[in-house]
């Protein structure tokens, strides 16, 4: 059984390429992946990232934007309002541009480690 570069599969999830090779794409819509990566046949079929992509979110967003939002209230003062439309908003997109990258780099921990199915090759 060959060694699997852990660093170099997780990085190449998060870039959204295939963790086994690199080449192809590891998505076929936003939080869908190939089911078989055209450039090596690798099989994707088998991972299970299930809620862990979104609680890395959660766990980044949270620590990133709580201390921005209280040094923003202290420094700032900003309206009542202003906030309630603001800080969702961030939130939300930044969740947005963050899931699917947190998605390829479960997958490709999971390739590496050769986790749910992906024991084979």
């Known amino acids: ?69 209280i040094e923003a209230n202290l420094l700032l003062d900003p309206p009542m309002l202003f906030q309630m439309i603001f800080w969702p908003l961030l939130c939300g997109i930044a969740a947005l541009l963050l899931i699917q990258p947190m998605k390829g780099l479960v997958i490709g921990f999971q390739w590496a480690r050769r986790m749910h199915g992906f024991e084979k090759g």
């Open 1 to 69: 059984m060959s060694d699997r570069n852990l660093r170099d599969a997780a990085l190449r999830g998060l870039k959204g390429r295939c963790p086994s090779c690199g080449e192809a794409r590891l998505f076929a819509r936003f939080l869908k992946p190939v089911e078989i990566c055209p450039s090596c046949g690798q099989d994707w079929q088998h991972h299970q990232a299930d809620d862990f992509p979104a609680y890395l979110v959660i766990l980044l967003l949270g620590h990133l934007l709580v201390p921005i939002v």
